[in-house]
């Protein structure tokens, strides 16, 4: 992993001061006895996992992904790809057919949802026409899968952070926050999207990184030793490969700014600004005709929009009128500095350069007495990866 250190060169400790105090006693609580390492009959799961009630039921434990940026975005085509490498789990993907990214906890309801099967090497998927909260939703009512419930689920990878108060727009977390509702633990996997930074094949390196973590938190889940009551927030810095370890951080006060610009509505975009040189003089002129028509419709639906409209009658029995105006707009997230943030916060770990792990519960932050959990789970999950990679290949 990214976060061991190479050729005996000094790097900066890779967890927190409060993780690597905690290192030795959970390594010790975490390892196995030698009759477990014999092949010894594992603990009783008590997390849900797949019941065999049909042919074709898994018999793995069950990972469902969804991811916000559709079924087709690379982030969950890397992930999935990842897990069914692995060969731990079992990949249902549920995820919504269309990029929906910040529609925060939104549902559909009186209206029919689509599901359609889709073509997922090693896993079995449909798309949904719906909200990623949706595509969670659906998949746990046990109306769409055999299995009765999933062991886990995955929102991501998405592109672009889910810091702070983005947890609010983000649909990613809301659709891991439908689950924790479900009472299934739930993960949020993001990159941090920056343009002319971050490559498509980075969320490759991302999932390879958050793997270790996935597979921790199945191996707890069917002890019944998972962390309850909250999700964990996975934030991949930019440059994934270039990451400097896991650090468990704690979610900022971080609101995205939005910038409003007002959009002309009253006469239609020429279409002949976006034609090709390659098209006929014909096809011109039909478009030119159209474009002034529409042109036409616009000006006389404005002298429709400015009808006055007798809100009341005066003591003199004349009306009292006004215009009706019409106005458009359009939102957009902007860039913003971020200065004097604790190093333990979600976003400046992600600048500089860390893996970001926040617990959150349904409400936002987790309550105190949850972070010396998840701090020490976090410590055992990275430590047991880098045992496994220091030892010699079996």
């Known amino acids: 992993m990214a976060a061991s250190s190479g050729d005996g060169a ?34 009783e799961a008590s997390a849900p996992v797949a019941e065999a009630k049909a042919d074709d039921a898994p018999a793995k434990p069950v990972v469902l992904l969804t991811c916000a940026g559709g079924i087709g975005s690379p982030g969950l085509v890397a992930l999935v790809d990842a897990l069914v490498k692995g060969g731990r ?15 925060g906890h939104s549902i559909t309801i009186r209206e029919t949802v689509a599901a359609t099967s889709v073509d997922l090497t090693g896993a079995k998927a449909f798309e949904i026409s719906g909200t990623p909260v949706d595509c969670v939703s659906l998949a746990l009512s046990g109306r769409l899968f055999s299995w009765s419930a999933p062991a886990l689920v995955i929102s991501g990878i998405n592109a672009g952070p889910n810091c702070g108060y983005e947890m609010f727009h983000s649909s990613a977390i809301a659709a891991a926050r439908e689950a924790l509702m479900y009472g299934v ?22 999932a390879g990184l958050c ?23 996975i934030g ?24 409003w610009q007002a ?45 006055v409209e007798v809100e009341s009658v005066a003591a003199a029995g004349k009306p009292d009128a006004r215009e009706v105006v019409k106005k458009s707009f359009r939102a957009e997230f902007i860039e913003k500095l971020h200065e004097g943030l604790d190093d333990d916060i979600d976003l400046r770990a992600l600048e500089n350069g860390f893996i970001s792990v ?14 010396a959990p998840a701090s020490d789970w976090l410590s055992a999950a990275v430590a047991v990866d880098k045992e496994k990679e220091a030892s010699p290949a079996t």
């Open 358 to 371: 926040t617990p959150l519960n349904v409400h936002g932050r987790v309550e105190p007495e949850l972070e």
């Open 236 to 259: 991949v810095p930019s440059s994934p490969a270039a990451n400097k370890g896991f650090k468990l951080t704690k979610q900022s006060i971080y609101s995205p700014a939005q910038s």
């Open 10 to 43: 000094s790097r900066p400790n890779a967890l927190p001061a409060a993780l690597v105090s905690n290192l030795q006693s959970v390594l010790a609580a975490r390892r196995p006895s030698p009759a477990e390492d014999a092949g010894a009959t594992a603990p």
């Open 89 to 103: 789990c079992d990949v249902h993907v549920c995820a919504p057919d269309s990029d929906k990214p910040v529609c």
């Open 185 to 206: 633990p739930s993960i949020a996997i993001s990159l941090n999207w920056k343009k002319d930074e971050t490559k498509e094949n980075d969320f490759k390196d991302a």
């Open 211 to 233: 793997l270790p973590l996935i597979h921790a938190a199945l191996a707890d889940i069917e002890k019944g030793t998972f962390l309850r009551g909250c999700l964990l927030n």
């Open 263 to 307: 959009v002309s509505t009253s006469r239609p975009a020429p279409a002949a600004h976006f034609m090709g040189m390659h098209q006929s003089l014909g096809i011109q002129l039909a478009q030119l005709g159209k474009d002034a028509s529409a042109a036409g419709a616009a000006r006389r639906g404005n002298t429709q929009r400015k009808a």
